[in-house]
Each structure stands twice: as C-alpha cells, then as structure tokens.
C-alpha cells in the first residue's frame, strides 16, 4: 500500500495535496498496490471524500486531544507510527513546506532515509528517483534503499487532476501522543492579508531591476489590482529593498503558478525562472528581446515598461468601461 | 548568549548551471561560491542576536578546505569563531551530513549547550530539506522551519514562519534549532575592521566521519528546456491592445 499524507487548511486540502494524490495514483500503479490517504488531526466527511475523488481508497484519520493545530512533531510522530502500525511500502506527501518539515522530521523518528521533491520515482529493491535541486533548474537521478521509501514530491510537479474515483471509506487510526509534540506547534496566526495572495493570484504582474525604483512599482500595483491579480518581483529587487521579501518569486521566494504572469523589466536569471516557470503562461515586457525572460515567454512587448504598462492599464479601463 | 549557524559553500549561477561530464557536479569552472542564501541571513541574524544580547556567534559548515572562505566571509560580517567539518566533498547524502554534524557538535559544546542553532531551511544546490530536522532531533531539541523572524527572551525563542497572506508564530524553549529562510533580514557587506579579522582568525577543524545513508547519488542533468515560440506583440505602447486580447482570451479581464 501507498500512503499518502494529506496536508489540509482551514478545513480543505490544499492544491498541494492534491497534487500528492495524483502524483501517488501513477506510482501506486507502478508499484502493484492500493492508494491509501492520512488525515492528520481531523475526520471531516468532505476532507475524506475529496481524498476518494483522487483515487484514495481507504483514509486513515488521526485524531487527538493533543492535535489542536499543525506542529512538526505532532505530524512527524502521527507519521512515524503509521508506518510502524499500517505496514505501508511507501510514504508520499508533497513537497510545501510543511510536507518537507514533517516528512523529514518522520524520517529522523524512524532514522530513516528521506527523499524530497521528486519528479518521478520509480519503485524497486532499489528504488530510482528523480528530484529537484537548485529549485527546478538542475534534476538529480538519485537510488533510495530502504525498508519504507519516504518521498515527496515537488511542488508543482504534476497538475492536480480527480481520477478513479472511489468512494473512501475512513478509517480511525489510534494514535498515542504526548505532551513533549505540542512544543512545536503553531501557537498563534497572524493574518496580514485576506483576500487574494501571490501563491494563489490568477495573475501576476512581476516587476525586475528595470522598474528601476521603489515607487516605480507604483503601475504595477495598479495593473494588478485591475486584474484581480498580485504584484511579485525578482531576487534583485528585495535584496535593493524595494519590495518586502514576501513578494519575492523565485527559488529562495514564492512558487507562483497563475493563469498568466507578466513579467515587467525582469531578466529571468535561473533563481527567478524557477520560482515562476509553473506560470500557465508568461508575458514579457522588457527592452532587450534577447532576455532570457523573454526567449521563454509565449508572448512579449519589447519597450519600456513605464511607458506599456500604463498604456495597457488604459486599454483595460476602456475595455471594461 | 552562545548562537551556532550551519552553513553551506555552494555555487553562485547567473542564467543557467551546467553539469560536468560525468554528471557529479555543477560545473563550477567559471563560477564564483558563496554561502547557500537562507543560511546568509541566518548569520546575518545571529550577528544580531549578539548585538543586542551579546555572546559569541560561531559558523560551522561541512566539506572541503575550499569551504573555508564561506567561514572567513561569515566572520567578516560579525561572526566570531569558524569551524570546518572536514569531509572529502561537499556532497554528503543528507543522513550522512546530518551525522556529521551532530557529531561535531557535541564535540563542541561539551557540557554547556548552544542557545540557539540555526541551519539553512534548504541548501541552495541539493536542497534535500532535512539535515537541520535530523540534527536538531539527534540532539533532542525542538526544530521548527521556515523561520523569517526571531525574538529570544531569557528562556524562549519566539519564531515567525511566512504562510500564505500572514505568519504562524512558534514559541520554544532554549535551546532550540530553527531552519531559517532569506527575508530574515537583509545581511550587511562586509567591513575593512571585519576583512582585517576574517584574514586573522583561527578556524577550528573537525575530521567527520559517519556512515552513508540510503540515498545515493546516479547524476544531474538539466531539466528538458521549456522551447517556446515567443510571439512578439509589439514594441512599447502600441502593443497594448494585443496585450489585452491576450488577456480577454484568458479569461483574467
């Protein structure tokens, strides 16, 4: 049996999650056994059948006192007996960031061997993977030996897709926690922004050196807000100080993946590109046509963004009346 | 106060990373090193910690001699000690690195623990997520990861963790671990006064040794290219109508 850790917010599994389950179908498939899921903390009947809606057959749900809240320990502990108990021939989660955190923290439990952020993985006595390093612009082809592969794979490294659906059936799982799993546990949530966010924005106007200043960014917010979407922006521009650092796309910032990502005055050097290349589609503006960006993009404006930004701001005003 | 930072010597790439023919490595011929970006801040972080606390910040990484010029940098921007877990290469399978360095740190410490250890919450190159949890756990401290902001008080490390549209806040017990990510801050360049004490200072070296663990090594190569037929709209203002066509036909209007 494949088990696969489902992360959940707010009641919902999130897109990552989901990802893990269709990345799992295909391996349990590879691998000749069942696709099992775990619900860590809850037992909601939609969070259940979300999980057979991706071919999940049987959920083991993990509930307890002590599990109020996300907590690296918590899940890691929750994780470990799992495998001591349910026997499964591997263990998949996604590669967010608590997916690493918890995962890896199972793995120092069981001091076993851990493999984050795979492509491809294909099982075996020795299994052969494929993984993520630099952030997307290198792969590794890895062997893992071990008596329970743990893995994860990559954020955004397969689309989300429902498929052979099955009707889950939950099952408890009994788990045995105490006190010491709560130290690390979330202990209060600050909520800055509600609304729309840039790992979730539809659209993302980013914005590169060429914005050439703080206040530059200025058309760049307007066109986002126009469009519903979120401004983002290169390494170079938070390590200037124009931007905070949460607005940062790239390997050491956010993963983005809207519908469309208009990259204003950036150059797309590899640390960017891997942040943004999950974008369905990417639009480029940008003086130099031999840009990097702009070689990779399925469309592009060759100009100076402070003069099309704002002439496009004005063509959707017209539009939109 | 006693602060610990675990660093890593990496390549620095520009546009794109190549890999040597027998697929081992990055292809550093022409590329500069630096120290992998979130474990940049956490020193920058550390230095600040001891700045308003006082203490002493010592840098640890793991790896070849080369890896000393990352222990120098990080004293020439505030740290105190340095100290090179030597290792025959900088490419140590998690589990293996992870043994390594607990085992150096305990060697260290003795009896009188860090306050604080901070790692990296991934290396820039191999980004394995997971030597600073396995560490962190050998030594029986709480770990948490993707830390941007830290507050000690006497017996509490207050830690923050960017999530979507805020952040979590945890709060441990010294001595902890935390996995810190860029953003923490902004690290300062360097000063002559801290070039001058980066050329003198002494640097502690520790033989590693610890056993393999379960994931090995085949080769890297670069991931197929993303070949795309880039349509020109058009040039400056005159394109924007294309542009929203685009934008209409993606139905993000």
Same mark, same amino acid.
């Given at each position: 049996?494949?088990?696969?850790?489902?992360?959940?917010? $707010?009641?919902?599994?999130?897109?990552?999650?989901?990802?893990?389950?269709?990345?799992?179908?295909?391996?349990?498939?590879?691998?000749?056994?069942?696709?099992?899921?775990?619900?860590?903390?809850?037992?909601?009947?939609? /969070?259940?059948?979300?999980?057979?809606?991706?071919?999940?057959?049987?959920?083991?749900? @993990?509930?307890?006192?002590?599990?109020?809240?996300?907590?690296?320990?918590?899940?890691?502990?929750?994780?470990?007996?799992?495998?001591?108990?349910?026997?499964?021939?591997?263990?998949?989660?996604?590669?967010?960031?608590?997916?690493?955190?918890?995962?890896?923290?199972?793995?120092?439990? /069981?001091?076993?061997?851990?493999?984050? $952020?795979?492509?491809?993985? $294909?099982?075996?006595? +020795?299994?052969?993977?494929?993984?993520?390093?630099?952030?997307?612009?290198?792969?590794?082809?890895?062997?893992?030996?071990?008596?329970?592969?743990?893995?994860?794979?990559?954020?955004?490294?397969?689309?989300?897709?429902?498929?052979?659906?099955?009707?889950?059936?939950?099952?408890?799982?009994?788990?045995?926690?105490?006190?010491?799993?709560?130290?690390?546990?979330?202990?209060?949530?600050?909520?800055?922004?509600?609304?729309?966010?840039?790992? +979730?924005?539809?659209?993302?106007?980013?914005?590169?050196?060429?914005?050439?200043?703080?206040?530059?960014?200025?058309?760049?917010?307007?066109?986002?807000?126009?469009?519903?979407?979120?401004?983002?922006?290169?390494? @170079?521009?938070? $390590?200037?100080?124009?931007?905070?650092?949460?607005?940062?796309?790239?390997?050491?910032?956010?993963?983005?993946?809207?519908?469309?990502?208009?990259?204003?005055?950036?150059?797309?050097?590899?640390?960017?590109?891997?942040? @943004?290349?999950?974008?369905?589609?990417?639009?480029?503006?940008?003086?130099?046509?031999?840009?990097?960006?702009? +070689?990779? @993009?399925?469309?592009?404006?060759?100009?100076?963004?402070?003069?099309?930004?704002?002439?496009?701001?004005?063509?959707?005003?017209?539009?939109?009346? | 106060? &006693?602060?610990?930072?675990?660093?890593?010597?990496?390549?620095?790439?520009?546009?794109?990373?190549?890999?040597?023919?027998? #697929?081992?490595?990055? =292809?550093?011929?022409?590329?500069?090193?630096?120290?992998?970006?979130?474990?940049?801040?956490?020193?920058?972080?550390?230095?600040?910690?001891?700045?308003?606390?006082? *203490?002493?910040?010592?840098?640890?990484?793991?790896?070849?001699?080369?890896?000393?010029? !990352?222990?120098?940098?990080?004293?020439?921007?505030?740290?105190?000690?340095?100290?090179?877990?030597?290792?025959?290469?900088? !490419?140590?399978?998690? !589990?293996?690195?992870? !043994?390594?360095?607990?085992?150096?740190?305990?060697?260290?410490?003795?009896?009188? %623990?860090? =306050?604080?250890?901070?790692?990296?919450?991934?290396?820039?190159?191999? #980004?394995?997520?997971?030597?600073?949890?396995?560490?962190?756990?050998?030594?029986?401290? %709480?770990?948490?990861?993707?830390?941007?902001?830290?507050?000690?008080?006497?017996?509490?490390?207050?830690?923050?963790?960017?999530? =979507?549209?805020?952040?979590?806040?945890?709060?441990?017990?010294?001595?902890?671990?935390?996995?810190?990510?860029?953003?923490?801050?902004?690290?300062?360049? %360097?000063?002559?006064? *801290?070039?001058?004490?980066?050329?003198?200072?002494?640097?502690?070296?520790?033989?590693?040794?610890?056993?393999? *663990? #379960?994931?090995?090594?085949? &080769?890297?190569?670069?991931?197929?290219?993303?070949?795309?037929?880039?349509?020109?709209?058009?040039? #400056?203002?005159?394109?924007?109508?294309?542009?929203?066509?685009?934008?209409?036909?993606?139905?993000?209007?």
């Amino acid at each position: 049996m494949l088990l696969v850790i489902l992360e959940h917010e $707010n009641g919902q599994l999130v897109e990552a999650a989901r990802e893990a389950l269709t990345f799992g179908r295909v391996l349990a498939e590879k691998m000749g056994e069942d696709l099992e899921a775990a619900l860590i903390g809850r037992d909601d009947d939609d /969070l259940v059948e979300a999980a057979g809606q991706y071919g999940a057959e049987t959920v083991h749900t @993990a509930t307890h006192d002590l599990l109020t809240d996300y907590g690296p320990d918590a899940y890691g502990s929750v994780i470990a007996q799992m495998v001591e108990s349910l026997d499964p021939d591997a263990v998949l989660s996604c590669g967010s960031d608590r997916g690493n955190e918890f995962m890896a923290n199972a793995a120092a439990r /069981l001091d076993a061997p851990f493999v984050a $952020n795979c492509t491809d993985a $294909n099982p075996g006595d +020795t299994w052969e993977m494929t993984r993520v390093q630099w952030g997307g612009s290198l792969l590794e082809d890895a062997t893992l030996t071990a008596d329970v592969p743990l893995l994860t794979c990559g954020l955004h490294a397969v689309a989300a897709e429902i498929g052979d659906e099955e009707d889950a059936d939950a099952e408890e799982f009994d788990v045995d926690l105490d006190e010491s799993v709560t130290i690390t546990m979330v202990k209060d949530r600050v909520v800055q922004e509600a609304g729309v966010t840039l790992p +979730t924005a539809p659209v993302v106007v980013g914005g590169g050196r060429g914005v050439g200043s703080e206040d530059g960014f200025g058309q760049l917010e307007e066109l986002a807000a126009l469009l519903g979407g979120r401004v983002g922006c290169s390494r @170079a521009v938070t $390590n200037l100080g124009w931007r905070p650092h949460a607005d940062q796309v790239g390997q050491t910032g956010t993963r983005i993946a809207p519908e469309i990502y208009i990259a204003s005055g950036i150059s797309g050097a590899i640390q960017h590109w891997v942040g @943004a290349m999950a974008s369905k589609h990417i639009l480029a503006i940008n003086t130099d046509k031999e840009a990097n960006m702009v +070689t990779k @993009a399925d469309w592009a404006v060759i100009g100076d963004l402070h003069e099309v930004i704002p002439a496009i701001i004005a063509e959707v005003q017209s539009r939109k009346g | 106060m &006693k602060i610990l930072c675990c660093v890593k010597r990496v390549p620095a790439p520009g546009a794109k990373i190549n890999v040597t023919a027998d #697929g081992q490595d990055v =292809d550093a011929a022409h590329l500069g090193f630096t120290t992998s970006p979130h474990e940049e801040c956490a020193v920058e972080g550390a230095v600040q910690l001891i700045e308003e606390h006082g *203490g002493e910040v010592t840098v640890l990484t793991l790896g070849t001699g080369d890896a000393e010029e !990352q222990l120098r940098y990080a004293v020439s921007v505030g740290a105190t000690h340095g100290v090179l877990v030597e290792a025959d290469t900088n !490419q140590w399978d998690p !589990q293996r690195t992870a !043994q390594a360095i607990t085992a150096a740190i305990r060697e260290l410490e003795g009896d009188e %623990p860090f =306050d604080l250890i901070m790692f990296g919450n991934e290396s820039a190159d191999a #980004g394995g997520f997971q030597v600073g949890i396995r560490t962190a756990m050998a030594l029986g401290r %709480p770990i948490v990861q993707g830390i941007k902001g830290v507050e000690i008080s006497d017996d509490t490390i207050t830690a923050r963790r960017e999530i =979507d549209g805020g952040f979590e806040v945890y709060e441990l017990p010294r001595p902890a671990v935390l996995g810190i990510k860029e953003g923490l801050n902004l690290p300062r360049y %360097p000063t002559m006064k *801290g070039r001058l004490a980066s050329k003198k200072v002494e640097l502690n070296s520790i033989t590693a040794s610890a056993a393999e *663990g #379960g994931q090995a090594r085949v &080769k890297l190569h670069r991931p197929e290219e993303t070949v795309s037929e880039t349509v020109i709209l058009g040039t #400056g203002a005159e394109a924007a109508a294309a542009v929203v066509d685009v934008l209409d036909e993606l139905g993000v209007l």
